[in-house]
Each structure stands twice: as C-alpha cells, then as structure tokens.
C-alpha cells in the first residue's frame, strides 16, 4: 500500500516565499510521475508543475519563474518551492504521484491537499 503525505502549506504575504513537501511511503517499486495541482472552489483542478515519467519538468505559465519542482528520489518526495507568490495563488495544492507497487500494481495517489492563502 502506498501513502501521500503533504506538508508546508500556510498563510504568507503576496511577495512571498513557501514550499510544499509530499512524501510517498509504502510498497513502491518505482515512480512514474510526481507533481502539484490546484484547484479553487468552482474550477478544475490545474497542473502547477510535474515531473513527467522522463524525467522533465513542465509548468504551468502562470507559474513560470516564480515556482521550481524538485525531488528527492531517496525519500520519494517532491517539492513546490513557491516564489513571489500572488493572491491568485490562493487555493489548496495537491500532489500527485503515479507508480508501481512492489507487486506490481500501479497506483495514482493524490495528497490531501494543502491550503496555501496569499494575503495581499
């Protein structure tokens, strides 16, 4: 079994900085995808930024040079490093994490989510 487990979200200043953790534990073979979405009250859920099963990482344009994803293959966790950040910013993130079982089940896993409020 596999676990999403979301950290660092919480109130900051337009301006400022945040990051998000999501930690996956369990029984992982290995990990296809990992990445962050948002989704405000009313809208769809939107891609923030993914690491793809190659190894790249695509942003959303909103979110281009203000935002990085990273990694830590060790721990099997990704990060949001979350810069200059904006009232628009203001929802709850999710990660997203798509892989293998040791059993060789695949598993698509999202956290639970984490708000991010963005004072202005």
């Known amino acids: 079994q596999v676990q999403l487990v979301e950290s660092g979200g919480g109130l900051v200043q337009a301006g400022g900085s945040l990051r998000l953790s999501c930690a996956a534990s369990?029984?992982?073979?290995?990990?296809?995808?990992m990445g962050w979405y948002r989704q405000a009250p009313g809208k769809q859920r939107e891609l923030v930024a993914i690491?793809?099963?190659?190894?790249?990482?695509n942003y959303a344009d909103s979110v281009k040079g203000r935002f990085t994803i990273s990694r830590d293959n060790a721990k099997n966790t990704v990060y949001l490093q979350m810069n200059s950040l904006k009232p628009e910013d203001t929802t709850v993130y999710y990660c997203?994490?798509?892989?293998?079982?040791?059993?060789?089940?695949?598993?698509?896993?999202w956290g639970q989510g984490t708000q991010v409020p963005v004072s202005s």
């Open positions: 690491f793809t099963s190659g190894g790249n990482t």
């Open positions: 369990g029984t992982i073979r290995s990990i296809n995808t």
């Open positions: 997203n994490v798509v892989g293998i079982t040791r059993s060789l089940s695949s598993f698509n896993l």
